[in-house]
C-alpha cells in the first residue's frame, strides 16, 4: 500500500517561509490530483490547495497569494510553498492524493491517499 511522507515543517515567525515536500513510497503516476490539507488544534480539517494531472491549481481564500502548490513529476514530489506565514496558519499539514481531478478545494478532505503529517507553528 503507497504511503505518503511529508517533510518540511517547523516554527517560525510570523512573516516567514517554509516550504513542504511530499514523496510517496513507490512511484505513483501523473494522474493523481495531489494535494494539502490542514487541521489546527480544535478545529476541522480544511483542505488548502490542490495540483491536478493538468498543473490546475487550487487554493482555499486565505492562503491565495501566500501558498503556491507545485509539482515534479520526474522525482514524483509535490511541494506546498508558503510565504508571509501567520499565526493562523499553525497546524498539522498533511499531504494527500487521489486519481481524477476536483472542483473544488474542500474535495482533497476525500482523498484516499494520505500521509501522517508535518507540524508548522507560526508564532
Known amino acids: 500500500h503507497v504511503q505518503l511522507v511529508e517533510s518540511g515543517g517547523g516554527s517560525v515567525q510570523a512573516g516567514g517561509s517554509l516550504r513542504l515536500s511530499c514523496a510517496p513510497s513507490e512511484y505513483m503516476d501523473s494522474r493523481y490530483t495531489w494535494g494539502w490539507a490542514r487541521q489546527a488544534p480544535g478545529k476541522e480539517r480544511e483542505g488548502v490547495a490542490a495540483?491536478?494531472?493538468?498543473?490546475?491549481?487550487f487554493y482555499t481564500p486565505s492562503v491565495k497569494g501566500r501558498f503556491t502548490i507545485s509539482k515534479d513529476n520526474a522525482k514524483n514530489v509535490v511541494y506546498l510553498e508558503m510565504n508571509n506565514l501567520k499565526p493562523e496558519d499553525t497546524g498539522m499539514y498533511y499531504c494527500?492524493?487521489?486519481?481524477?481531478?476536483?472542483?473544488?478545494?474542500?474535495?482533497?478532505?476525500?482523498?484516499?491517499?494520505w500521509g501522517p503529517g508535518t507540524q508548522v507553528t507560526v508564532s
Open positions: 494527500a492524493a487521489e486519481r481524477g481531478h476536483i472542483v473544488r478545494i474542500r474535495e482533497v478532505l476525500d482523498f484516499g491517499y
Open positions: 495540483i491536478d494531472e493538468d498543473a490546475a491549481t
